[in-house]
């Protein structure tokens, strides 16, 4: 029996990185998916490679109006909700405290934190009972890198907010748990607009401080994505799991 037959699941951030490989996982344990991304051409180009029975919606998280449309979409498509998967993030140009603007404190904070806050308000109604929320996280809330102050405060605040969550939705057996990835290769770096040598040496810097040596893999989040949600975690909630290669526990 595949882990999510039958289940329906909303990623945000599918087009790409963690959320991708996350939806590719889904898939293939039979869930049906609704891949959730800001840049058409990128969905598209995704559905032109998957299988499986899913749905894109091109949607920007920090705008309501496209937080109700997705849902709303994803309704329309499958009927009720088993699993929201908040993956959308930024990190943007390291920052530090001295230079920080307005516009980069709420372009990070409107992506990474009244996005998800945002969805799981309009999705909640059609959440089943038993359902699973989860959060992409970061280890960036116990362990501190220069420039990444405000990132870091949208990732902790995620942290606060899912507990609120994991208290509000309790009588409806809702099971709220986060993901928190060491440094993971993705896109996000390189969408970060650092010249390529400078985000290289960023990136051994991260390498040196995880205990494993090395990053790890959208692959390798998307198993713990997969498992959260499943019924092989039906007694865990409300925890943050980190999945960083030893690199918050050094
Ligand atoms: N990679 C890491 O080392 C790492 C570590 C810890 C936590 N995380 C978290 O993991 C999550 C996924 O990141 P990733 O590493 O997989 O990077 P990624 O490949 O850049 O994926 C990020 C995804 O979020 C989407 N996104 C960004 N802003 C959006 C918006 N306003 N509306 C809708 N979608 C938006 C991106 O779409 P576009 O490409 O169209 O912008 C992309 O699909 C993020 O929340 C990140 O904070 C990553």
Redesign the pocket.
């Known amino acids: 029996m595949k882990k999510l037959h039958n289940k329906v699941a909303i990623i945000?951030?599918?087009?790409?990185?963690?959320?991708?490989?996350t939806a590719k996982l889904y898939l293939k344990e039979g869930a049906k998916v609704v891949l959730?991304?800001?840049?058409k051409e990128?969905l598209d180009e995704v559905a032109a490679s998957l299988t499986g029975d899913f749905i894109t919606v091109t949607?920007?998280?920090?705008?309501a109006e496209?937080n109700k449309r997705l849902i709303r979409e994803a309704i329309n498509a499958y009927g009720n909700i088993d699993i929201l998967f908040?993956?959308?993030?930024?990190?943007l140009k390291p920052t530090p405290t001295d230079e920080i603007t307005e516009k980069h404190y709420d372009e990070i904070f409107?992506?990474?934190v009244k996005?998800p806050i945002l969805a799981i308000k309009e999705a909640l109604p059609h959440i089943n009972d038993a359902g699973t929320i989860l959060f992409?996280?970061?280890?960036?809330t116990q362990r501190g890198f220069d420039g990444l102050g405000i990132?870091s405060a949208t990732?902790g605040a995620l942290r606060a907010y899912q507990r609120v969550l994991t208290s509000e939705v309790k009588s409806r057996k809702i099971r709220v748990n986060s993901?928190?990835?060491?440094?993971?290769?993705?896109?996000?770096?390189t969408?970060m607009g650092l010249p390529k040598d400078i985000t290289e040496e960023m990136g051994k810097g991260?390498a040196q401080r995880v205990p494993l040596g090395r990053?790890?893999t959208?692959e390798e989040?998307a198993k713990s994505a997969l498992f959260l949600v499943s019924d092989d975690a039906s007694y865990i909630n409300g925890i943050e799991l980190e999945v960083?290669g030893g690199m918050s526990q050094i």
């Open positions: 945000t951030g599918a087009n790409s990185g963690i959320g991708l490989a959730s991304g800001r840049r990128a949607a920007d998280v920090s705008i496209d908040l993956n959308a993030g930024v990190v409107n992506i990474n996005g992409n996280n970061s280890v960036v990132y990732k993901i928190a990835p060491g440094p993971i290769a993705t896109d996000i770096f969408k991260f990053f790890g959208p989040i960083d």
